[in-house]
């Protein structure tokens, strides 16, 4: 495993619930540019051994496959290292899985239809590229896993195959009605991963309209709209987000009639504005600066000061609710529901001692690393989880009390 925060963190504890007699999950070598916190989490459990790892040089990356005779690579570190601990997955002959892909957008993107017109390197267009590549060695690379991008491609493909004839649109929608009693109304919480939340909500977004032409890209914070989430979250207002998940229903779900896809999350007003400024000021920016001779990266700056996911914990209250609103055909009749997993994090923190956006995230990609690791799920080439047979992830959601629920929008 290369990258030991808390969605890392949260997968381990997973695997070693599921498999306590370490009948198919052996042995994980820990690897983290923060050795200490690599060494800490491998203290746990015989079966992990931590390391430092810089997952940058590539020759590192083989080194410690070879010496550790790893067959499986789960890349859980930064999107922009995704690449990198790819190629070096392929080179070393061993199968490999991440979170998400990698995406470069054009300093002055061309908004509208076409997505080549914003993006120097397209999401998740680096991995499918070298699908045959992949095939051809007999390897397996399994992109996107985890609660969004991973368990609702899940969804979709059951939704495709068994609840309608015609699937003609398929829209995820993040949300929550997650609060810190009390807290100052200037909090500022990003939930997640700080890098990522800095490449994915700031970038151009994109949703998919084959009546449109194709791709459509508009600039941050497009598409408001409201939804009502069930289980008592209740309405949410939404935004459009560049995600993997409108690349990957498009590749895979076409065949089955799907004519429109999109992303939208919702979004705190604080951290709304807060993502404004710091883009404006160019602290999001990868870039190396001088600040008074020394090399700094404005982006790593933000994510080592901001508030981690995993300080918020206990304090926090209320659910995540994440799902796909899907809408099509069946029976010749217009139909239309929305498939959806719940999380809440005083329950979260209470199983696991893990917010709920990270556990949520850390259970959709545990789970489909076991079905990976039993071989359950089997193929050659690079495949988000479209490819493969929803049916025993959905099963393995209800053994494990991951749940899932399905209603009806009328």
Known sequence: ?????????????????????????????????????????????????????????????????????????????????????????????????????????????KFGLGIEHSYKRIMTKYNFDQHEKWKEAGLLATICLGIDPGVVNVFAKYAALYEFDELHEIHVKDGNNLYIPNSDPNQISFGFNVWTVLDEVMNPNVEYDESKGGFIVEDAFAGLETFKMPEDVGVNTLVKVEHEEVMC???????????????????????????????????????????????????????????????????????????????????????????????????????????????????????????????????????SLEQFDPLPYLKLMEETGFVYKIVNIV
Request: hydrophobic share 45%; aromatic share 10%; net charge positive.
């Open 1 to 109: 495993m290369i990258g030991t925060g808390a969605v890392g963190q949260c997968i381990l504890k997973i695997l070693l619930k599921r498999d306590p007699d370490a009948s198919w999950f052996k042995f994980a070598l820990l690897c983290d540019i923060d050795q200490e916190k690599a060494m800490k989490i491998a203290a746990g459990d015989a079966r992990f051994k931590g390391c430092y790892l810089d997952s940058r040089k590539e020759e590192d990356i083989l080194t410690f496959i070879k010496e550790y005779n790893i067959d499986f690579v789960m890349d859980a570190s930064a999107p922009f290292l995704a690449d990198i601990i790819f190629d070096a997955a392929f080179k070393a002959k061993v199968n490999y899985a991440n979170m998400g892909t990698w995406s470069i957008p054009k300093k002055n993107p």
């Open 249 to 383: 229903f498009v590749r895979y779900l076409k065949p089955y009639g799907l004519k429109k896809a999109t992303f939208k999350i919702a979004l705190d007003d604080n951290l709304i504005q807060a993502l404004k400024v710091l883009d404006q000021l160019g602290l999001r920016s990868i870039e190396p600066v001088n600040v008074n001779g020394v090399t700094v990266i404005p982006r790593d700056v933000v994510a080592a000061v901001a508030p981690q996911p995993t300080d918020l914990g206990s304090e926090m209250f209320g659910k995540m609710c994440v799902g796909i609103h899907c809408i099509g055909i069946k029976d010749s009749k217009p139909k239309e529901i929305f498939i959806y997993q719940p999380f809440d994090n005083q329950e979260s923190m209470k199983q696991w001692n893990m917010q709920a956006v990270v556990a949520q995230t850390g259970f959709g990609a545990a789970l489909a690393i076991e079905l990976l690791a039993k071989k359950v799920w089997k193929d050659t080439g690079v495949h």
